[in-house]
Every structure is written in C-alpha cells, then in structure tokens.
C-alpha cells in the first residue's frame, strides 16, 4: 500500500501529529447548509442585531451595494427592434417614467409601507443575514396613483419551510401529497428541480403570531404565463444547493469571540475606572464595626451589598478585610482586535479600512482599498439585479404592454425581440470620492480615450442620467443668458 505519495505525506496525512485527529467530513450541500442552516441563521442575525462588527459588516455591504436604490436605465437593442437611435431614445425614457411612477408609490409594496427602493434593501439585507430571502409576486387593484396591479411581498427566509415543521429540526426531509420531497420549504420533482415553495402564515414558533401556522404551497413558476410567482434571493457556491448561506457563516465564532472580549474589556475598563475606600479600623487601631454606628432598630449590615462605585467610601464591619484594589492594567485589545477584524475581512473581501470606515493610511493605500472593495460589491449587486431586479422589471414590463401603456410591436411574438426590449442597466451609488478632483479627471481621461461613455459615467458617478441632465443645463443657460 502506498503510504509517502502525494498528498498522504501532507494535508491528507493520517500519521502526522497536527493532523492524525482532524478528520471532518463533508456531505451534500443539503446535508452540510440545510442540516445546519437554522442554527446559523439565528446566530448570525443574533450577532447583527448585537455585535458591532457584525453590524457593520451587513450595513456596509448595503450601503455601497443598494445604498438609495438601484435605478432602472431602460437600454433596448434598436439595431434588431429596426428603430433609430431618437426613437430607441424615446422608448427608454418613456418606459423609465412609467417604471419610475410604479416603483415610487408605496402600493407598490403589498403591504403598503414601502416603495420598490426601500424593499431592495430590506431584500438584500435579509439576503445577507439570513442567507436568502423571497419575493412574492401578487396582484391587486390599480388605484387612482397606480394603473398597475403588481404588488411585491417580501418574505423572510425563515417562513419558508417544511409543512408542520419545528423551527429547531431544520434540515429535515417532508414528502407532499405528490410523493416529492420538500427540504427546507424547497419541493423537488423527481428530477431534483425545484418546482415549488412552502411558506408558512408565520413564523414557527414566533411569540408574537402564536396561532399555529398554515402552509401555502406556491409553485416557482406559473403553469399559464410561464412567469416566475416568486424569486429567491440567493448566491449559491455550491452544486444542486437549496437554500442559501448567511454571508457572516464564516466568521461567527470569530464575531461571537470578540464580542465576548470586548464586553470583558469593558467591564474591566469600567472597573478600573472606580475610586473606591474602605476602612478596616480606626486611628487607635481598634477594630472598626460598623453595625455599632447604626441607630438602635436598623437592620444589620449586609456584607454582600457592599460594591464598587464611583467615588465610594465605605466602613467594613469587625473581622472584614479588604485586600489592596489594583486598577492598573496593561491590555492588547487594540492590537489583537484589529488584526482579527482584518481576517474577518478578508474572508468577507471586504478591507479593513472600509469595514471599519478607517481611512488613516495614505491616500495611495486608502485608494486601493476602496478599490478592492468595490469589485465585491459590484459582484453583490450584479448577483442581485440578476435575482431580483431583472426578474421585477420583465414581469411589469409585460403588464405595462399589456395594457398598452408602453408600445412595443413583436414583444410577444419573437423571443429574441421580448430580450431586446428587455434589456436594461441598474445604477446606483457609487463607492466615495477620497479625492474628486483626480476621480473626475480620470473618469474625463476614460471618455476622451473612448474607454466609457458620458451616459454610463453619469449613471455610475452621480446615478442620474445624462441626457436629462444636459435638458436640464441647457434650460438654466437659457436663464442665464
């Protein structure tokens, strides 16, 4: 038997004292993520919702990813619709106006509390925290400031389960009236697809909603229209994966231990800061009883209510002693702590600098970092048009022709025209200037080489758009002239 080949000499060794005990074994993505995922979920929202750090990491991944929400820019294929640029121009602006008067009412929301704006971030942070989330589409009435019947539910991940299931068995496998399996909420055809969801009228085991929950099976995709009835929210890393993964899953023991060293710090710091006295006897050395100073009647002294304080002085009573408080200490909480949040980090590829919004290097080093950064965030929001904004557009892109409040001529006849008129591109902020005058002048330097394009810088940049805005120019030039 070979035994000194390969990679049995090195990390597959079974001899080696640092590895013959690490033995890890690993199974299905629906064993390894859906097993586990419960647990996960909630010690990731837990350290979101109480850690700082973990705080942080979520807020700042949205901030530059979502910010104030991701614009729709309507780009239609004139060249295959047989249209001029001036007409392709005017199709897009008309479109975006409609989209714009759907997408900033608040009825676009089925519960009418937010606009389409505000429910992108609420989305993508619960993508982030829980590992998925879910948008049902729904229909109702237009209204007088609302011509469309689109409505959007959002849905956290954790009402999408198993029928009847307990919150703490997660992970386990159910069969529908069908003979399919449904693991996790997700029910699988014979073929492994996934066909439908089971979401349930609450959450399991919620305080709040405490009636017992009813399941609702809907199906991915609608057996008429060919349209999806819900998306989720999702980026999955591994094959045949059903449910997603928290973005701080790497990292929670890491978070959960500094949070512990952190409040251990500050409780010591708290201490230290107290100037406490305690007096054990008196000038001629006889031993000090408190108790004898009190009035005749009143309650012994209770040792064990003695504390620290600030600016506390205390007598003890006869036989109680005091040994010598040291409030100095020398702490590498500084040092230790920083070097753990750049791991966390790095697994997270997002840069210290910019996780903690600490630019003190110079401006070469703080640059980069940004730099670094953007190219995960700009993954995270291509991830998410792809998931959730691409897929909103065409369904009410489709109602809005329908009801012949956007012309468009073959969008139900030909696939590839549907996708010409179809194509869009989603702009939002972008991440900050450290110096604007040299980010200016690149961007100028990119135009003039033909390297971009006014319209795409304006949308990136500024997140406006440029044929507008230069409408906009010409009428205040007007004025002043």
């Known amino acids: 038997m070979i035994t000194d ?18 033995n890890p074994i690993s199974l299905s993505s629906k064993s390894d993520i859906n097993y586990n995922l419960s647990k996960l979920r909630n010690r990731s929202r837990d350290l979101v919702m109480n850690s700082p750090i973990g705080s942080a990491v979520i807020e700042t991944c949205a901030i530059y990813t979502i910010g104030r929400g991701l614009k729709l820019f309507p780009r239609i294929n004139a060249e295959i619709l047989g249209m001029t640029q001036e007409e392709a121009r005017e199709w897009n602006h008309r479109t975006a106006s409609e989209f714009e008067l759907w997408a900033m009412n608040p009825e676009t929301d089925w519960n009418k509390r937010n606009n389409f704006y505000d429910l992108q971030w609420i989305a993508f942070e619960s993508y982030l925290i829980d590992g998925d989330s879910f948008l049902l589409f729904r229909r109702q009435r237009p209204s007088i400031r609302n011509p469309y019947t689109l409505r959007l539910q959002l849905l956290e991940g954790n009402r999408v389960c198993n029928p009847y299931e307990s919150i703490y068995t997660s992970g386990n496998v159910s069969y529908a009236d069908n003979g399919n399996r449904i693991i996790d909420g997700v029910e699988l055809d014979s073929n492994g697809r996934q066909i439908a969801y089971w979401i349930a009228s609450s959450v399991p085991g919620d305080y709040v909603d405490s009636a017992l929950p009813r399941w609702t099976r809907v199906k991915a995709i609608g057996d008429l229209t060919g349209f999806r009835n819900i998306l989720q929210i999702s980026h999955d890393i591994r094959a045949d994966q059903l449910r997603g993964v928290p973005i701080l899953a790497p990292v929670i023991e890491t978070l959960k231990q500094i949070s512990r060293y952190t409040s251990a710090e500050l409780d010591s710091a708290v201490v230290r800061s107290y100037y406490s006295v305690f007096f054990t006897q008196m000038l001629d050395g006889s031993q000090m009883d408190l108790n004898s100073l009190r009035s005749e009647g009143a309650e012994p002294l209770d040792v064990s209510e003695m504390k620290l304080g600030s600016g506390t002085i205390a007598a003890l009573p006869a036989g109680v002693d005091v040994k010598s408080l040291d409030s100095s200490r020398q702490s590498a909480f500084p040092s230790f702590v920083t070097e753990l949040i750049k791991q966390i980090g790095a697994s997270l590829s997002i840069p210290f600098e910019v996780l903690m919004h600490s630019f003190n290097s110079s401006y070469s080093a703080s640059r980069a970092a940004l730099l670094q950064a953007w190219d995960h965030f700009s993954a995270r929001r291509a991830w998410f048009v792809r998931d959730f904004l691409r897929p909103v557009y065409e369904t009410w892109l489709n109602e809005a022709i329908l009801q012949g409040r956007i012309i468009a ?73």
Do not use: C
């Open 5 to 22: 080949s390969g990679y049995s000499e090195g990390g597959a060794s079974n001899r080696k004292k640092t590895l013959k005990s690490w």
């Open 409 to 481: 001529p073959g969008f139900f006849d030909d696939p590839l025209t549907r996708a010409a008129y179809e194509s869009a591109d989603w702009y939002g902020s972008r991440m900050l200037l450290l110096d604007p005058k040299k980010e200016l002048e690149a961007t100028k330097m990119k135009i003039e080489m033909g390297l971009s394009t006014r319209q795409h810088e304006t949308a990136e940049l500024m997140g406006t758009d440029f044929e507008k805005n230069v409408e906009q120019l010409r009428y205040e030039n007007s004025l002043f002239e």
